[in-house]
């Protein structure tokens, strides 16, 4: 049976195999083989993700909130005066969401919903107008 020589952790001088890349009490870098440095992605509060997982930054979630109560509004009530700042919060959200990496659907959705809510109240108002002029016509 043949075993590795043995060296000194210059961290905190425990015993350790010689070709170790850390130390397994301190974790000290030993000079052996070393993983590649990966920079862990994450987002919100300070604290990383658990097992490196990446999450969706909060204004993310936040703005798209926003836009669709704003569609929601829009549709029943406003039209186009509350689903265009719907359409400027989503698209601004979904820019944040991609260039964070992070998933990019709830953006989506808010972003779609106000723009079919920007053409149905333009339809709407265009609509309006024309029964307007049509009625003042027969008058």
């Not at 820019?95 to 808010?110: E, H």
Request: hydrophobic share 50%; charged share 5%.
């Amino acid at each position: 049976m043949s075993t590795l020589p043995l060296t000194a952790c210059p961290g905190c001088s425990a015993t350790v195999s010689l070709g170790t890349p850390f130390c397994g009490e301190c974790g000290t870098p030993l000079g052996g083989t070393t993983p590649p440095e990966t920079t862990p992605r994450f987002y919100g509060s300070g604290a990383p993700p658990v097992h490196g997982q990446t999450t969706a930054p909060q204004s993310s979630i936040v703005l798209s909130a926003i836009a669709l109560i704003l569609a929601a509004i829009g549709l029943f009530m406003c039209g186009p005066f509350t689903s265009l700042p719907g359409i400027f919060l989503a698209w601004k959200d979904l820019s944040a969401a991609k260039a964070a990496g992070a998933s990019v659907a709830f953006p989506m959705v808010a972003l779609i919903a106000n723009a079919v809510v920007t053409v149905l109240g333009l339809l709407g108002l265009g609509l309006m107008m024309m029964f307007f002029v049509l009625g003042a016509a027969t008058i």
